[in-house]
């Protein structure tokens, strides 16, 4: 396998964790059995004659075409005879775990009169609003699921219809009316977001059916993956 591959392989690496801050352990190993095997096919080389290889490619990676932590890591794991479990993981971890996810609400930005408006209207911070919206619709407020929820907060039409929202599909009125129902569901549980988060998702009447976040793989999977990017 060439560098070429390699780059390739950990890029699609990297993409497939964003938005988990630890590999599972099936990837983990599976990724690094195909590392070994670079690193094998690598060591027939001289150090002379893999520098002069890969020579463009280091160059590539210091003029900031890729990120500044895939730099350092991919350089260590070339010029420093790295092990295939590291520096990879430590990557993958660093980079997907930081800067990626300081990153992964960035498609709020065209929001943010609203958020902010959401956000000082319902006292929340906005980064939370963004987080939800991000599980809710990734920022597509054309998003419709199965259910019937609509817009970037995904409202149900009864509680779209409860919280007085005239158009749920008018981004605004959809912001607002996520952030007030968040906004209920925190005043309702006692402040716990994780409680709050669940009950968004699976409605209030779950939630104390089962004294806290119902056994839902769905809802457990929402309230780990919102707090992700809000604790991030």
């Not at 690193?39 to 490619?57: C, I, K, M, R, Y």
């Not at 990879?88 to 609203?114: C, H, K, M, P, W």
């Amino acid at each position: 396998m060439d560098i070429q591959a390699m780059k390739l392989l950990m890029e699609i690496q990297a993409i497939q964790s964003v938005g988990n801050t630890a590999l599972s352990d099936s990837n983990t190993a599976l990724f690094n059995e195909m590392l070994g095997d670079v690193l094998q096919s690598q060591q027939a080389n001289s150090t002379t004659n893999l520098t002069e290889t890969l020579g463009s490619e280091h160059t590539i990676m210091q003029t900031g075409q890729w990120p500044a932590p895939q730099s350092k890591y991919l350089d260590a794991f070339l010029y420093e005879g790295a092990t295939a479990s590291s520096p990879i993981e430590q990557y993958i971890t660093d980079y997907t775990g930081q800067e990626a996810f300081n990153n992964v609400l960035a498609g709020a930005n065209r929001f943010q009169d609203s958020i902010t408006k959401a956000a000082s209207t319902y006292n929340l911070p906005e980064k939370l609003i963004a987080a939800v919206m991000k599980q809710e619709s990734n920022f597509n407020p054309e998003v419709v699921s199965t259910a019937g929820a609509v817009g970037l907060m995904q409202l149900m039409p009864g509680t779209a219809k409860y919280l007085g929202i005239q158009n749920p599909t008018d981004n605004e009125q959809n912001i607002m009316g996520g952030a007030q129902y968040l906004r209920q569901m925190l005043n309702q549980f006692g402040q716990n977001l994780e409680t709050a988060l669940a009950a968004y998702n699976a409605g209030p009447g779950n939630v104390k059916k089962y004294n806290g976040i119902p056994p839902f793989k769905e809802t457990q999977n929402y309230v780990r993956k919102v707090l992700s990017y809000y604790n991030t």
